[in-house]
């Protein structure tokens, strides 16, 4: 930790080679998680890309991870993920990040060792209409159980949650 502070590393969406133009191979940060990190006392470090693979010295810095969601999966992410996962640091998936998350979950060899259950809760997640004036309100229920690092950090058995998610 620096300064007493967590150090949380943030993967990007990607939009490396996606066209033939350079200049649009670009990785985007969303200021949303980076604000909700300060407010919340850690500090935010945008994990760096060359070419779609990352710097793995960078890796070391972060106490914890961030997979925010995005529109498609590199096979970087799993890259970063087995390294989180082996070192025992903590990761949050957010929308695609969290599928993510389960994606690496299924392809561990030990099933045991996976870190990801299916739950159908018969939430409808899509579509809803997002605006910068309802986010906050597009939220649902979720349980938390005892004995998990989630349960331990809300001392909730009920949290709510971001509904603003697809999974097709």
Request: with cysteine; hydrophobic share 35%.
């Amino acid at each position: 930790m620096l300064k007493d502070k967590p150090v949380i590393g943030i993967l990007a969406t990607s939009n490396y080679l996606q066209t033939d133009d350079t200049f649009k191979d670009t990785y985007r940060y969303g200021n949303n998680y980076i604000k909700k990190i300060v407010d919340n006392g850690g500090i935010p470090y945008l994990i760096p890309y060359v070419d779609d693979k990352i710097i793995k010295d960078t890796l070391d810095i972060c106490d914890g991870l961030l997979l925010p969601g995005g529109n498609r999966v590199i096979s970087t992410n799993f890259d970063v993920i087995d390294y989180f996962y082996k070192n025992n640091k903590p990761m949050l998936g957010i929308c695609l990040g969290m599928q993510t998350l389960g994606m690496y979950s299924v392809n561990l060899e030990q099933n045991d060792k996976r870190i990801i259950k299916k739950i159908d809760n018969g939430v409808d997640h899509w579509p809803i209409e997002l605006f910068r004036d309802n986010v906050s309100s597009l939220v649902h229920k979720v349980n938390t159980e005892k004995d998990t690092k989630l349960y331990d950090i809300f001392n909730e058995s009920e949290i709510e949650v971001n509904s603003v998610h697809k999974c097709t």
